[in-house]
């Protein structure tokens, strides 16, 4: 079975090509960083816009890349939410309109579910069950994934996620966007500890993120460092920001997943690129013998393959969408 999926949640356009749910045959994304990079974060109706400009030159480009044209196309599956909702209407819309003209099931994906299967599109793929951490842009949740389709909420942020944490500090710092790559960079120089800043472990129990104070705490002392006009330390700055967040995903992450007794840890998501969050999840795996597998980063970042991983799923149990189905903006539980 050939698949035609696509993702247009947030900022990027996303189209892929598999065959079944792990050959994929194609991967295409066309990032909008040019369009949000100037006012330091995604402006929605500008990505909208770069969407309906973008998206039949990227499906093209992913048939064109697989070698199947569209004629070839079994199944059509997209994001159906959460994000961005003028976003979700472009990618949504254009794989339902195209499937109603080829006759062929559309699915509509959620776009979670992408993020907490995309380890199966790598080898050795993991076996359930897992726990996963999805920490990008707009997500920082913890699930439990016992099979292709069923997900449980474990805990998620109650504020910002932590890649707009790292996005609103690299914009403090004039580091450019998007800053979860620039204070990556950046902290190499720095010290991770030489500014404590603040850890929300939340209730004793919790397994829910916080990472809005962080955010006040390094705003606070750049204020005091220009008042003091002294030039904050930037690379130090990174550097313990980082730290905090690593410290507080990988620990809550662990926690997570002896609390469930498994011996799988998943990560997902843009900031799962982040080198020291791997490096530290790693040591703290092999500490407790846990197996950790973590996606290569174009499988971690916003992408479309793993909408068909997941949707081809969704079409084995019969859920497809109907050509009025809407999308949605906010979770859904799973
Ligand atoms: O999953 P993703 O591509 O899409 C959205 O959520 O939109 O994640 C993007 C997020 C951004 O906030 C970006 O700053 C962050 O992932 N990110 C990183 C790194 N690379 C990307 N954060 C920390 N360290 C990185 N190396």
Not at 195 to 204: E, G, M
Not at 207 to 216: C, E, M, R, V
Not at 289 to 313: E, K, S
Request: hydrophobic residues 45%; glycine residues 8%.
């Amino acid at each position: 079975m050939f698949i035609l999926a696509i993702d247009s949640s947030c900022d990027d356009t996303a189209a892929a090509v598999l065959e079944g749910d792990r050959s994929v045959l194609a991967n295409v994304i066309s990032s909008q960083f040019d369009v949000h990079a100037r006012f330091g974060g995604i402006v929605p109706e500008l990505a909208s816009r770069r969407h309906i400009e973008a998206i039949w030159p990227v499906v093209n480009e992913a048939l064109h890349k697989a070698g199947i044209p569209l004629e070839r196309i079994d199944m059509i599956a997209a994001t159906q939410g959460p994000g961005l909702v003028g976003s979700l209407l472009v990618g949504f819309t254009f794989a339902k309109g195209l499937a109603l003209v080829r006759n062929i099931p559309c699915v509509g994906v959620d776009h979670m579910a992408g993020h907490l299967l995309a380890a199966f599109l790598e080898t050795p793929a993991p076996a359930f069950p897992y726990v996963a951490l999805v920490v990008s842009g707009g997500n920082t949740s913890l699930y439990e994934v016992t099979d292709y389709t069923t997900f449980r909420p474990l805990g998620h942020t109650r504020d910002d996620a932590a890649g707009e944490a790292f996005d609103k500090v690299a914009k403090l710092l004039n580091l450019g966007y998007p800053g979860g790559p620039a204070i990556s960079r950046t902290a190499t120089r720095g010290r991770p500890d030489s500014i404590s800043f603040p850890r929300a472990w939340l209730d004793k129990d919790s397994l829910d993120f916080s990472f809005s104070g962080l955010k006040t705490a390094v705003l606070n002392h750049v204020n005091r460092c220009r008042q003091k006009n002294e030039p904050p330390a930037v690379a130090d700055i990174c550097a313990s920001f980082q730290e905090a967040v690593v410290e507080v995903l990988v620990e809550k992450t662990i926690k997570a997943a002896v609390g469930c007794g498994r011996r799988t840890v998943v990560l997902g998501g843009g900031v799962a690129s982040n080198p020291r969050l791997r490096e530290t999840m790693k040591k703290r795996c092999r500490e407790l013998q846990l197996r950790l597998l973590v996606p290569a980063p174009v499988y971690c970042t916003d992408n479309a393959a793993m909408i068909g991983l997941a949707g081809y799923h969704q079409y084995q149990l019969g859920r497809t969408v109907i050509p009025d189905a809407d999308v949605y903006s906010r979770f859904q539980v799973m």
